[in-house]
């Protein structure tokens, strides 16, 4: 083979990529990172050191994941799902960039319907796994003050309202899942990146985006990220990740504001 050749063994198989190739593939990456993630990570910096040269303390600061756009309803449905399309797509991108005539980008990713109660068992452990230890790490940052209070929704609770909340925790959850783990560490792979670089990588990524709520937040969602980085690299399947991450965040999303709704005595 010659020097300038290597050969990158990738879980579809081997992939011989020369110097060009690696190179247009590093710019894929950067592309793809540049409108789905990047300037989500930009903001979160810019946030979190606007909010830390406040006079107020970050413990006494509140952030909403799910804000309204409009005070009427029409108008603020509308806007919501446009955003949601319009996040949606570098998803389509990615799914399409990794499609080959043997194999399709649905595949590759392991978001397909191949092993639908597999998926759906190991999104339910990977959710209790992340879950629970993520309410006691919050709780304990935001004692410590290392984060926000994070307010999932500010909405009021409808029947619309909650099909959005839904819509949004799964536009969260195949950004993310399928962007920042399947797709970054599929390519990194096949640039012959060992395991804990890829896994380290995803994870900083990660947590880069999350900074808004906090350092403190920012550091859960790194190891979230390594637990769920180890998991796709060792299954292959992105279909898990999805599932839990949506479960994690429609929890969120709808746990508080719902309760609030229905035992208002609660929280009075």
């Known amino acids: 083979m010659s020097h300038s ?12 990529l020369d110097r060009s190739a690696r190179v247009r593939l590093r710019w ?3 592309i793809v990172l540049a409108l789905a993630i990047i300037p989500s990570s930009l903001y979160a910096i ?3 050191a606007d909010r830390a040269t ?7 600061q509140t952030t909403t994941l799910n804000a309204s756009r409009d005070a009427r309803p029409l108008f603020d449905a509308l806007l919501q799902t446009s955003s949601i399309l319009t996040d949606l797509v570098p998803v389509a991108l990615v799914i399409w960039l990794l499609w080959t005539p043997a194999v399709s980008g649905f595949r590759k990713l392991g ?3 191949r092993q639908p109660l597999s998926d759906l068992g190991q999104g339910l452990l990977l959710a209790a796994c992340v879950g629970v230890p993520g309410i006691v790490f919050y709780l304990a940052t935001r004692a410590l003050g290392l984060t926000l209070s994070v307010e999932a929704s500010a909405q009021e609770i409808t029947w ?13 959850a195949l950004l993310e899942e399928v962007v920042v783990v399947g797709y970054l560490s599929t390519r990194l792979r096949e640039l012959g990146w060992a ?15 999350h900074l808004y ?3 403190g937040m920012a550091l859960g969602n790194v190891a979230m990220g390594v637990l769920l980085s180890w998991w796709f690299l060792r299954k292959g399947r992105v279909g898990g990740l999805v599932v839990a991450h949506f479960i994690l965040d429609a929890v969120s999303f709808l746990g508080y504001p719902l309760a609030a709704a229905l035992l208002p005595q609660l929280f009075t």
């Open 5 to 16: 050749r290597i050969d990158v063994t990738v879980s579809q198989g081997t992939v011989d």
């Open 28 to 30: 894929e990456i950067w």
């Open 46 to 48: 810019i946030s979190l």
């Open 54 to 60: 406040r006079d107020t303390a970050l413990a006494d």
């Open 111 to 113: 978001l397909d319907t």
């Open 160 to 172: 619309w309202t909650v099909i959005l909340l839904l819509v949004a925790a799964l536009r969260a």
């Open 195 to 209: 395991t804990w670089q890829i896994i380290v990588a995803s994870s900083l990524l990660r947590g880069s985006y």
């Open 213 to 215: 709520q906090g350092p």
